[in-house]
C-alpha cells in the first residue's frame, strides 16, 4: 500500500510538538482489515497497546469488530470509546480488579491454568474464557518481542498443559508475531497445530493474535486470507479473530518536531523540541533510525547535522541525518510512522512536554484533540 500523506499542506498550523495522525490514511488501512475480515471470515480486533487515539475511535468503530486489551484500565478504554466486543488477555489478573475485568470483557483468556481455576467461578457464564498457548515458534527478529523466547512468561506451553482442567474454556490463543508476514503466521499456525490441535475442535474460537503486519507494503494479504479460510475449513467453520495494533496504525501520521538551537561540537547538532526517549522509545529500545521526510543518509545530502531532543539524557538522540539545505532555528521537522507503539509509550521524563495529539481530517482541516501540560508532570511525580 503506498500512502500519500498531506500534512505539508497544514504545517503552518501545526504547533510542535505534535503527533498528527492523518484520517484518511488510517481509513485505508481500515479498509484494507475489513477486507481481509469479510473475504477470510475472522473478526479483527484493535490491539490497544499499539494505538489507542480515542479521537479516532468512530472510525475504527466503522471497520474493524472491537479491541483487544491488556487488561483493567485497557478494558475500560475500549467500552468507554468503542463500540465493538472487548477481548482481554493478561499475564496475571489481579484480584480487585477481576470483577470489572469480567463485567467489560466479551472475551477473557488467560495465562496459565493457576490464573484459570483462580477466577473460572466468577467468568463462567459471564464471559467467554480462554486460554493462552505457546505455540515455541516464533521468528520474531528480536526477543524483547518475542512472546515465544526462552523462558517467556507469555502463554502456557505444551509441557505444561493439563488436559483435565479444560472444561469451560471456549476459545485458544497465541500470539507469536511482531512486523511479520503471512508466510511467518503459516510456521507458528503448523506449531500450535502440531502441539494443541486435537484440542480446536472442542472450542468455539481460535485467536492469533497480532504481529500480522497486514497494511505494510508488499505483505501478502491473499495468503493471509487464504490460511484463515483453510484453517476454518479444516475445523468446521470455526471462528478466527486477530488482534492487530501495529498494522492498524502503520504509517497513518507523523511526529511533527521545532528546532530549538543548533550547536556544535565535532560536528553539528540540532537540539528539537522532541525527545527520542520520552516520545519515540522504541527507536532506542528496538532499535530502529527514524524517518525524516526530505532527510537522507549521512552523506547522502550537502548538510548533516545530529538530532538530539531536548533532555538531559546524552544519549536522547535521533541519529545522524543529512538534509538539502541547511537547518535553520524554527524549522519544522516531520518524523514520519509515529502513530503507533508512540503515543501509548511516551512519558513525561525529565519534565519535557507531551506532544499534542492532533488530526488531518479527510476536509483537510487540522484538529489538535488533545493537549498536555504542566499538570501531566505533576500528577505522575
Ligand atoms: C502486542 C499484542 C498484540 C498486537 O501486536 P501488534 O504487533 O501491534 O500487531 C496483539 N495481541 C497480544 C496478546 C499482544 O501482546
Avoid at 478504554?77 to 463485567?103: N, Q
Wanted: hydrophobic share 40%; charged share 25%; glycine share 8%.
Amino acid at each position: 500500500m503506498v500512502k500519500i500523506s498531506k500534512i505539508e499542506t497544514v504545517i503552518e498550523k501545526i504547533q510542535t510538538p505534535a503527533y498528527v495522525c492523518e484520517e484518511a490514511l488510517l481509513e485505508e488501512n481500515l479498509k484494507r482489515l475489513k477486507e481481509v475480515a469479510e473475504r477470510s471470515g475472522a473478526a479483527i480486533l484493535l490491539a490497544l497497546k499499539g494505538f489507542a487515539f480515542k479521537a479516532l475511535a468512530s472510525l475504527v468503530d466503522k471497520y474493524l469488530s472491537g479491541c483487544t486489551c491488556s487488561g483493567l484500565h485497557e478494558a475500560k478504554f475500549a467500552h468507554e470509546f468503542f463500540k465493538g466486543s472487548v477481548c482481554t488477555y493478561s499475564p496475571a489478573y489481579k484480584e480487585e480488579e477481576i470483577d470489572e475485568v469480567i463485567a467489560l470483557s466479551d472475551h477473557l483468556i488467560f495465562n496459565s491454568f493457576n490464573q484459570w481455576e483462580k477466577y473460572k467461578a466468577k467468568a463462567l457464564g459471564k464471559t467467554s474464557c480462554g486460554l493462552r498457548l505457546n505455540p515455541e515458534v516464533s521468528s520474531s527478529p528480536v526477543d524483547l518481542y518475542n512472546p515465544c523466547a526462552l523462558y517467556s512468561r507469555l502463554g502456557i506451553t505444551k509441557e505444561n498443559m493439563q488436559y483435565d482442567k479444560l472444561e469451560g474454556i471456549e476459545g485458544l490463543h497465541f500470539h507469536a508475531l511482531c512486523e511479520q508476514d503471512a508466510s511467518a503466521l503459516e510456521e507458528v499456525l503448523k506449531g500450535f497445530e502440531e502441539r494443541f490441535g486435537e484440542l480446536i475442535p472442542r472450542m468455539k474460537w481460535i485467536n492469533f493474535g497480532g504481529g500480522h503486519h497486514i497494511t505494510r507494503e508488499g505483505y501478502d494479504v491473499e495468503k493471509l486470507i487464504a490460511l484463515i479460510q483453510d484453517f476454518r475449513k479444516r475445523y468446521n467453520g470455526i471462528t478466527v479473530y486477530l488482534e492487530p495494533g501495529e498494522a492498524v496504525g502503520w504509517q497513518t501520521g507523523s511526529l511533527v518536531a521545532s528546532v530549538l538551537d543548533i550547536v556544535h561540537n565535532g560536528m553539528d547538532i540540532a537540539i528539537l523540541d522532541i525527545s527520542a526517549e520520552a516520545h519515540m522509545p522504541d527507536t532506542l529500545a528496538m532499535p530502529y533510525r527514524a524517518m525524516i521526510r526530505g532527510a537522507g543518509e549521512v552523506g547522502e545530502k550537502p548538510y548533516m547535522y545530529r538530532l538530539g531532543g531536548p533532555t538531559c539524557l546524552a544519549g536522547d538522540i535521533m541519529g545522524d541525518y543529512s538534509f538539502d539545505a541547511p537547518l535553520r532555528i524554527g524549522d519544522k521537522l516531520i518524523f514520519e510512522d509515529m502513530i503507533h507503539y508512540t503515543i501509548v509509550k511516551n512519558t513525561t521524563f525529565n519534565g519535557v512536554k507531551l506532544p499534542d495529539l492532533a488530526v488531518l481530517r479527510k476536509d483537510g482541516s487540522y484538529e489538535v484533540v488533545s493537549q498536555f501540560g504542566y499538570d501531566e508532570y505533576k500528577r505522575r511525580n
